[in-house]
């Protein structure tokens, strides 16, 4: 079956560090792949997507590239800030068996993030 | 104001009760989702609806029930808490038109004692 697997946490940088938290999947098909993050105390946002093999998605200085010969989506940020802590979720969008469209998203354990000053 | 609500925010009950959560969302989306979140275990799908006529089982939909009462509105119940149900509850909608991005309200924090 589709699955996720990420890098395991928490992740300790100092504050202007750079960021890599691994990512791959595996899935039949065509998936669209996610990072959310996850701010103490609240729901689930999305960071960034990308919807085919070597799409770059970006955002809030974040990127990842959709790596379909190593079915991975690394999330990279060159310069961390203390704003940036939390937990980070990679996902992929199982594609539906009828009609191409999209179904339920699969999610890795997550990664916790601390940033210190 | 927030596109997908959750009631309560925080509940504290016992053993045995019978506990009703809601989510209700403005996005006009078709597709909504129960999810459930522990420590180190990510999220695990409870239950997921693609229209107000079509309720499926999750990952993990043992001891819970559904009920989608409208398009906007997605209600999880545990008939019989017990203290293993100790959880953060997410619910998520979707747009089938697209391309499987879901989001998210800001989630129910549950402890049965």
């Known amino acids: 079956g589709n699955s996720v697997t990420q890098m395991e946490g928490p992740v300790t940088l100092s504050e202007e560090a750079f960021l890599t938290i691994n990512c791959t999947y595996t899935a039949t098909g065509y998936p669209s792949l996610f990072w959310y993050v996850q701010y103490p105390g609240e729901g689930l946002q999305l960071l960034l997507k990308a919807t085919k093999a070597d799409d770059k998605g970006s955002n809030k200085g974040f990127e990842a590239t959709y790596r379909k010969e190593t079915t991975s989506f690394h999330l990279e940020k060159g310069s961390v800030q203390v704003s940036d802590s939390a937990v980070y979720f990679c996902a992929l969008s199982e594609e539906m068996n009828y009609g191409g469209s999209q179904g339920n998203l699969i999610f890795g354990k997550g990664t916790k993030l601390s940033v210190k000053p | 104001d927030a596109d997908v609500t959750q009631t309560p925010r925080n509940r504290i009950t016992k053993t045995g009760k019978r506990i009703m959560l809601e989510c209700s969302q403005t996005k006009g989306h078709d597709r909504m989702y129960w999810y459930r979140q522990d420590p180190g275990l990510g999220l695990r799908l409870i239950y997921y609806?693609?229209?107000?006529?079509?309720?499926n089982k999750g990952e993990i939909s043992d001891g819970y029930s559904v009920s989608r009462q409208a398009q906007a509105k997605f209600s999880l119940s545990l008939e019989s808490a017990i203290p293993n149900q100790t959880a953060l509850y997410f619910c998520a909608t979707s747009d089938f038109r697209g391309i499987g991005e879901q989001f998210f309200g800001p989630g129910t924090r549950l402890t049965v004692l």
């Open positions: 609806s693609f229209d107000v006529k079509d309720i």
